[in-house]
Structure formats: C-alpha cells, structure tokens
C-alpha cells in the first residue's frame, strides 16, 4: 500500500505504548480485529478462487 508524502507517523503512548512494548518483549504481537477479518475473508475468498479455477482446468 503507498503513503502519500504528506502522511506522517504518530507517535505511540498509554496504554497501547505497553502492549506494544510487551508484545516486543515476549515475542508477541498486535492486530485489530477488523483487520484480522478481512484478512481472513481475503484468504478464504482466494482459497475459493483457486479450487474453481482448478475444477475448471
């Protein structure tokens, strides 16, 4: 995905700056569940697109 020039990083405090410190430290890591969602349907959609293809081949 491309950034525009102009988007700048904001930095990360609170709470979240201790997940993500504890998730660094254990090895762990962050997601949103949106995200998590749609990567899933993105995968289930392209697992459903290769077996058509191949019925179809």
Same mark, same amino acid.
């Given at each position: 995905m491309k950034y525009p020039?102009? &988007?700048l990083s904001k930095p990360v405090?609170? #709470?979240?700056?201790k997940k993500l410190a504890l998730a660094i430290k &254990?090895?762990?890591s962050? #997601?949103?569940e949106a995200a998590i969602a749609t990567a899933k349907?993105?995968?289930e959609r392209?697992?459903?697109r290769k077996i058509?293809?191949?019925a179809n081949t």
């Open positions: 020039f102009y &988007t405090v609170g #709470s979240e700056a &254990t090895g762990g962050i #997601s949103n349907r993105i995968a392209r697992k459903n058509t293809h191949a």
